[in-house]
């Protein structure tokens, strides 16, 4: 159980390693913001499908990581950065950044409620990703764009 701690404490402290690595290039910054988000609802999605047992820990590091990422994530949209690094982000992120803000900050509303509600079983998690899937949905939705 110690070294899962361990390990789940270095994954978080990851956040802050890869944006301080990546901090000359917003694009980078926010792709591996992304991934980590993208990582942390893998691993609960594990627990909801049934492919790995419900643990607590992993829940409570995976809605942490997804509530503090989602935190710092809408900073990484300075003007100019609009292009490169094979970004994804839709233009439309500019034009209208005070709704992305607010759907990032609910994203990070429901990840901290969840995470003061902790889902206790695999029922649980699985309610929890219909809730912050719907988060997510709704910015892909309009500020993303599809790869071809």
Not at 25 to 47: D, S, W
Request: charged fraction near 25%.
């Amino acid at each position: 159980m110690k070294i899962r701690a361990i390990i789940l404490a270095a994954a978080l402290a990851g956040v802050g390693v890869t944006v301080v690595a990546a901090a000359d290039e917003p694009q980078a910054v926010r792709q591996q913001l992304m991934k980590k988000v993208g990582r942390a609802a893998g691993a609960l999605n594990g627990i909801a499908k049934g492919e790995k047992p419900y643990d607590a820990e992993i829940v409570r590091a995976s809605l942490t990581t997804i509530s503090e990422t989602v935190k710092i994530f809408p900073s990484h949209f300075p003007a100019g950065s609009e292009t490169g690094s094979e970004t994804e982000a839709s233009p439309k992120i500019w034009q209208n950044m005070d709704d992305f803000k607010a759907k990032a900050a609910k994203l990070g509303t429901d990840a901290s409620a969840l995470l003061a509600q902790l889902p206790a079983d695999k029922a649980g998690v699985g309610a929890a990703l219909g809730i912050l899937g719907k988060d997510c949905s709704s910015c892909h939705e309009t500020y993303r764009l599809k790869k071809d």
